[in-house]
Each structure stands twice: as C-alpha cells, then as structure tokens.
C-alpha cells in the first residue's frame, strides 16, 4: 500500500466513527490545503515534505516513523533503532516477505 | 518459507541455503478460442502480487482463512506462469517438482487436490520453463483464462461440479539433497562454462556444473534468455477492448475468480526426468493465489490494476513476435479429464447458442520465434 492509499483509508475508517476527519476538516488541522490533500491520498503528489507527513501523522494519529518511510524517509528515530539492532533487520525483512499458508 | 519478493514467490528450501525455486504470474494477451492451436504468446511483464494479510480488514474472511497472496485480473484476462531456479555454486540449478492447480484441480492432471506429489501429477523445473494452461493432450494446452466463480466457466466447476476455492495453488518439492549431490556432483566453477551453458535456455545441459548463483540470479530476474519471450512487446501502448467495465461489475459479488479453458497453444510438458523417489515429499510448500478482479482489487489494495493487454489480433497485426518453444525429451500425454474439458467460447455457444467472449477473433501470427534446441540463433558447438 503506497502512502496516498495509507492515510486515506487510516482518515476514513476515522471518519465513518467522528465526522472530524472529513477530508476538509483533516486539511484544515494539518494545516494544508483540502485539494492538496485530496491529491495526496489519490497519489497524484506523492513526495509531500516532511513537515507535511508529520502534521498529517498528529492529526490521524498514526505512526511518524511509518508514514515518513511510506515516502521513502527513514526517521531518526527509526535510524537510531536500526543501529542499535542491526540483526532485527534481517528478521523485519524475512517476516514482511513471508507469505503466510492458511487450510486449504 | 515462501517469500514474495518483488511480485515473485520464491520458495527457499532448507535443504540448501540456495535451493530456491521462483515462480511468477506472466501477463498475456489472450489467444483466440477459435478452434486453432496457436504458438506461444509473449509475456508482459509480471502481475502484481501482494500479501493478503497486508489487507485484513478488506479481505473475505474465507480468503483469510486461506492465507496466501492476491493477483489481479481482468474477467478473461489470461495469464502463464513462469519457473526458474537458484543455482549451486559449482553443481548447477537446483531442481524442483512443481504441483500447479486451479481451483485445487491439476492443471497437470485434472485430478482434485492431494496433500503431497503422484506420480506425473508436476512440472519439473528445470526443464519446463512454463505453464500457460490446462495439459488437454500431448504437445497441446488449453490457455488459462480469468473467469468469475460461480459461473460455470471454471475447470474447477466443469470437474468437481462446485464453485468453492477459485485462485490457483502451487506446491513445490525439492530435491532431496543426497539424490542432488549424487546426481551433480560438485564441479569447480569455470565463468566460461557458465556463460555457454546459460545460452541454453535453461535445459537439464545446465546441470553439468559451472553456473554461478550470481548469474543465474540475473536470468531469473529477468536479464536472461529465458525472458526473450517475457520481454517481447513490452511497453507497447496499444488498447484493448477485452475489458469489460460491466463485465467487472457483474461479478464484484462473487467471492472469487477461477481460471476456465481459453483457446488451444502448442505446449509440451515434460515428464520428470529424474526419479519419483529422488523428490523430498516431506518438504513440500504451498502457496495459494487469490485472483482479484479489477473492481475488488481496487477495494481491497486501493491500487490500479495493470492496463489491460492488446488483444492478439492488434499485438500480430503491429508486428510482434510470437514464439515457438522445442525441447527434446519425453513429453506427457494430458489426461481424458483435461481433454474433455470445455472451453469458455464451447460453453458460451452451448449457453447463448452465439459467442460472446469479447476479442476473440483469429489471428494468424507470422513472426514466430524458435525458442530451445531449435533456435536458429544457437550457435552449434563441436567437438574440439
């Protein structure tokens, strides 16, 4: 899922429960304009800067560290940990591509 | 473990750290249904696949119960699948016995889904570089082309008389390691070897030693002569009116897509060269493949699916090659259950008493291209 796609479905699974996070009202908290965001979750501007994804994590209050590298950033945060664990990254990658097998 | 990397499944085997077989779902175009028997089409490029439990909240709970992976494609969309394998370092590829089912019936056999292998119930890979559809006789495939479950059009619903799993499943067997080491015995790696044996397009004369994984990492990506079919036409910017919006919109309460019989194409499948016995039966693994349509992979991943292909009559009437794929070898019969099978255009003449599968004129492909021991382009080799 590309970030567009994320912070779309993230706002409107928010949305059907609190009409705060119609896409106007979302645009307005974060600080940017409706249109801009509407371009954003259908992919049409995929690079917003980070102080855009930042603002748009606090608002949706979704994970800083996933929506940065969702736009190919990778957080300090996400950089410190990774130094101090080099060895979990290897396990991160084999459990993401891991396809799992149900009953069948 | 089965990974997906890169819209590939790669099967990594623990028998051997590189013991990997790697399989992909090739886009097509789709070949009349005309009562011809047509060469083979050529890839374009792979199908998207993505997890499942990337999206659990959008999937059927049935699919979930499933596991596995999801694939889009357009209703009569067609599609093959591609195998290849990791190399040895010294000893060659690595062989693999490949189980390929759709709607848990053989696409081998016609027989419904068992745990584990039979006998002629698999592809051995290498050897078969690929699959395009049901083995209805000897030499002969039917294509496999997308159909809505439920409708009737599936080999699954023509044989077993249900509509219940749809998508495509695939198992595959490693070699056991003693039988691999017996058979390729460790030979030190020679680059000049390696690079005249990979010009063979992947035959068994690639097992005599010398390939380097490296290399062989480079032909299953998609750099090697294998893909000169997968390649051709790719980029293209022809439309299609194969796709149907309303077509799609028909089926986007259904649970699933199957895979019915398209047209005929020449395709042999070869027997197992090899022993049944030489097959790890205990270390099989499985994946099972979702089949989107386009409308519910929309919904489920939020993503476009692909443009939909050329038809064939526009991908022949530009020009583009069409290929013709020889190996020597013994080939399988096909099974009178896959004979008997029929097609999506047979069931709409029966049905509607008119065709009314979308683009299905003939075509008649001119510029075909020899593939295997018959590509005039090999360059012989004597004795020196």
Known sequence: MNFGAYI????????????????????????????????????????????????????????????????GRVSKTFQEALMRRPDLFKEFLRLAREVRDGEW | MVELI????????????????????????????????????????????????????????????????????????????????????????????????????????????????????????PGQPWLDGYAVSKGKIRQFIAAPLGSGYTAEEQITGKAEFGGIQIEVFPM????????????????????????????????????TTNSLKAQSAGRGPMRSRGSAGRGQSMNSGLYSPQMDSMSMDLP???????????????????????????????????????????????????????????YTRQGFPWFDYYQDGPALDGTAKLANLKSVAQLDQQKYGAPVLPENASTHPIHVVQLGDKNPNKIREGTW
Not at chain 2, 188 to 211: C, H, L, T
Not at chain 2, 259 to 284: H, V
Request: glycine share 8%; proline share 8%.
């Open chain 1, 8 to 71: 779309k479905s993230l706002r409107e699974a928010k949305r059907a429960e609190d009409p705060a996070f119609s896409l106007r009202r979302v645009a307005e908290r974060a600080d940017i304009d409706y249109s801009y965001l509407s371009k954003l979750e259908n992919g049409v501007w995929t690079e917003p800067s980070e102080k855009v994804v930042l603002a748009l994590a606090d608002v949706l209050n979704a994970d800083p560290d996933l929506l940065l590298a969702m736009t």
């Open chain 2, 6 to 125: 890169n819209d590939t499944l790669v099967f990594q085997s623990d028998v051997h750290a590189n013991a990997k077989c790697i399989i992909e779902l090739q886009r097509t175009l789709r070949i009349p249904d005309d009562g011809k028997t047509y060469p083979l089409p050529p890839g374009l490029g792979r199908f998207p696949i993505q997890h499942l439990d990337a999206h659990k909240e959008r999937v059927p709970s049935n699919w979930m119960h499933r596991g596995g992976v999801i694939t889009p494609l357009y209703q009569s969309e067609a599609l093959w699948l591609k195998f290849s394998s990791a190399g040895i370092d010294g000893q060659g590829r690595y062989p693999f016995a490949i189980k390929v089912a759709a709607g848990k019936v053989s696409a081998i056999t016609g027989e419904e889904w068992k745990p584990s292998m039979t006998p002629n119930d698999y592809v051995v890979t």
């Open chain 2, 176 to 211: 056991k390691i003693d039988v691999f080491n017996r058979r390729f015995p460790y030979k030190p790696p020679v680059w000049e070897a390696a690079s005249a044996r990979i010009s063979k397009n992947g035959g068994f004369s690639g097992f005599s030693g010398g390939i």
């Open chain 2, 256 to 314: 699933s897509m199957g895979l019915g019989a398209g047209g005929q194409m020449e395709q042999t499948i070869q027997k197992d060269p090899f022993d049944f016995n030489d097959w790890d039966t205990s270390r099989g693994q499985r994946v099972f493949i979702h089949l989107a349509n386009s409308l519910v992979w929309r919904a489920i991943t939020g993503q476009e699916p692909p443009h939909p292909p050329p038809t064939a009559a526009d």
